[in-house]
């Protein structure tokens, strides 16, 4: 079975200043990762997603991820945040085998202060 | 443009009501899902598909039904709704590796 864990349910910041959102997975395979961000009232929309090679990851609208396999993360990070960023960040984790459900993390909201 | 679509976005009906939830992609994904999300909480997938005539109940129990008779469509049925069943409905498809294409949601509300 496959789990993800996001450490922090709320992140406020600064406009402009740099951000990171932890997401920690447990798996038994290997994995497919993901992060996904959901605007006020709409769907899911993809960011970035690993599913091998280079372990630095980059995304739409200026995120990176990192995939560390001996510590099983994969944060996201931006350097430099938006007021249009403030929104509800998921990370996923599905297996490379079989059917690839994916397994969502409870969110983490990014609220960018003016 | 290739995308998924889902109607109506928002829905509110009495208890006992009937509703299909509607969900077509455009992109030919073999794979569909639902997922039920409550206000700040995460998503429970309650339904998904892998293809035609396939459907699988997901990881959380919901007293509601579905159908995959075309590819493109994956309607959503609750025989009679009830007030447990206010949430938010997204629909997902996926093709292998490339995470999940997301319609907007279907925010239905039962009085």
């Known amino acids: 079975a496959q789990s993800v864990t996001q450490l922090d349910s709320q992140v406020p910041v600064f406009e402009e200043a740099p951000v990171e959102l932890r997401c920690n997975y447990s798996?038994?395979?290997?994995?497919?990762l993901f992060w996904y961000v959901q605007y006020p009232n709409q769907g899911l929309q993809l960011l970035l997603k690993?599913?091998?090679?280079?372990?630095l990851v980059k995304g739409i609208n200026g995120f990176e991820a990192e995939f560390n396999k001996s510590q099983t993360s994969f944060h996201l990070r931006k350097p430099s945040v938006h007021i249009s960023d403030t929104a509800e960040y998921f990370c996923?984790?599905?297996?490379?085998?079989?059917?690839?459900?994916?397994?969502f993390g409870t969110g983490t909201k990014l609220q960018v202060i003016p | 443009e290739a995308d998924i679509y889902q109607t109506p976005r928002y829905l509110v009906i009495g208890t006992g009501k009937k509703i299909t939830l509607e969900c077509s992609q455009t992109?030919?994904?073999?794979?569909m899902y639902w997922y039920q999300q409550d206000p700040g909480m995460e998503l429970h997938l309650i339904h998904y598909?892998?293809?035609?005539?396939?459907?699988e109940k997901g990881d959380l129990s919901s007293e509601s039904t579905v159908s995959r008779i075309r590819t493109e469509h994956f309607p959503l049925t609750l025989e009679s709704a009830r007030p447990s069943h206010t949430s938010q409905y997204l629909c997902?498809?996926?093709?292998?590796?490339?995470?999940?294409?997301f319609g907007s949601g279907t925010r239905l509300t039962v009085v």
């Open positions: 997902a498809s996926s093709e292998y590796g490339n995470g999940y294409t």
């Open positions: 798996s038994s395979v290997s994995v497919y």
């Open positions: 690993y599913l091998s090679g280079s372990t």
């Open positions: 996923a984790v599905s297996d490379p085998e079989g059917y690839q459900k994916v397994t």
């Open positions: 992109m030919g994904h073999d794979k």
């Open positions: 598909s892998y293809g035609v005539n396939s459907t």
